[in-house]
């Protein structure tokens, strides 16, 4: 089920901590061979964070309310993955423009995006699964 999930869902957040100072963002991502990407540019806070504290926690979901005239039995319809993980730059260019590809085919199913050249300002991220929950109430 997690597996499903994190193929579905377009946005994740990633949660992060520098100094004692907690940091969430929600990013795009794609579910790789069994690990989380994303990308960002090469400077700003989310990649201050992580250089700083790999230690991150990535959060998906899906929720819908539903409602029902007796208001204690309305409900929230959801599911959702946790993961625990830590996060690390690509360094291979190869590997950066195939991770960018899968994003770009997610996203865009109609795609046409030939050639990626400059990966240069960007940076792909790997999170290594440590420890992955889910929940559902579908």
């Not at 193929?7 to 992060?16: F, K, P, T």
């Not at 400077?43 to 409602?67: A, M, R, W």
Request: aromatic share 10%; proline share 3%; hydrophobic share 30%.
């Amino acid at each position: 089920m997690a597996k499903e999930i994190l193929e579905d869902e377009e946005a994740g957040r990633i949660s992060m901590c520098k100094n004692g100072d907690p940091y969430v963002v929600p990013v795009c991502f794609v579910y790789f061979n069994g690990s989380i990407y994303f990308h960002s540019r090469k400077t700003g806070k989310k990649v201050d964070y992580i250089k700083n504290n790999p230690k991150v926690c990535f959060q998906v979901d899906e929720h819908k309310l539903s409602l029902s005239k007796d208001p204690c039995k309305s409900t929230m319809k959801y599911r959702s993955v946790i993961i625990y993980g830590k996060a690390e730059v690509l360094k291979d260019e190869k590997e950066k423009i195939n991770i960018l590809k899968k994003m770009i085919e997610k996203y865009d199913k109609n795609s046409t995006s030939g050639q990626i050249k400059d990966v240069s300002g960007i940076e792909v991220f790997k999170i290594k699964i440590e420890d992955i929950t889910w929940k559902s109430n579908i």
